[in-house]
């Protein structure tokens, strides 16, 4: 019957090209090719942008190791966080960028000089707590001293050399006048806590602020804003961890000022 026998394949449209079979639809193929561009192709890859920013960054946080700053650390800090998003956004690339390995190198420096600036910070205010507890020490009794109007024995807390410069009754009568001020007696003289230490001379020398508290002294007012005169203490000899004060800003030197550490030089700051 002819309704049985093997029909003849429909013949293709003009122009189209036949479709092997087995083959991917082209279409597929070309939304694969748009998702993988650049995959097993240098052409398309490229550098990414952030990860460079991220070791760039990472090799600047070095500066945390030129200053006592702990406001530096956010150098590393923020180049961590440029390589953690540089490190996303290559992911999310398909294939597209490259740049991983900066990233992972920007953490590892930037993590390096951290807990590198960390590690030292925390061994000098150990190795300096008992000296700092000295100096500190030190400045409270010769506030006590001045307070009870023993100038005598304050005079003792200072260097020889000091003594030579300023004599006992220059030094006496220039302290009495802090009784005599507005603000009353001079009830206490402390140290505000904080002492930089400096010890490239062979001598160990510190420097720190002096806060007077005066008897009519509100407790409630903020006097954070009032005037804290620097001074600067030394061993008396090196290793004996015994202070005396060499220079104070209430008694300016006849001489050439010795430079302070962080002073600004001839040549500009530090």
Not at 140 to 148: F, H, N, T
């Amino acid at each position: 019957m002819a309704e049985l026998e093997p029909q003849p394949a429909a013949p293709s449209p003009a122009g189209a090209a036949a479709v092997p079979a087995g083959d991917v639809d082209p279409i597929a193929r070309l939304h694969k090719m748009s998702t993988t561009a650049g995959v097993g192709s240098g052409d398309y890859v490229a550098i990414n942008t952030m990860a460079v920013v991220a070791v760039l960054v990472a090799l600047a946080s070095a500066l945390v190791f030129f200053t006592r700053s702990g406001a530096t650390l956010l150098i590393p800090a923020a180049a961590i966080v440029l390589a953690v998003m540089a490190w996303v956004q290559v992911s999310r690339s398909n294939g597209t960028q490259a740049g991983r390995g900066l990233a992972a190198l920007a953490i590892l420096i930037a993590a390096g000089v951290a807990a590198t600036k960390v590690t030292l910070n925390w061994r000098s205010l150990v190795a300096n707590a008992p000296d700092e507890k000295r100096v500190n020490t030190l400045i409270a009794d010769l506030g006590k001293a001045i307070a009870a109007d023993q100038y005598d024995k304050a005079y003792t807390h200072f260097t020889p050399e000091f003594q030579r410069e300023h004599g006992l009754q220059e030094f006496s009568e220039k302290l009495k006048l802090f009784h005599q001020s507005s603000m009353g007696r001079v009830l206490s003289i402390e140290g505000n806590g904080v002492v930089r230490f400096d010890d490239e001379t062979g001598m160990r020398i510190g420097d720190t602020l002096t806060v007077f508290r005066f008897e009519k002294d509100d407790p409630k007012e903020d006097n954070s804003g009032r005037a804290r005169p620097s001074v600067r203490v030394r061993e008396s000899s090196p290793g004996s961890g015994r202070f005396l004060v060499s220079d104070w800003d209430l008694f300016p030197p006849k001489q050439a000022p010795r430079p302070r550490r962080g002073a600004a030089g001839p040549g500009g700051g530090q």
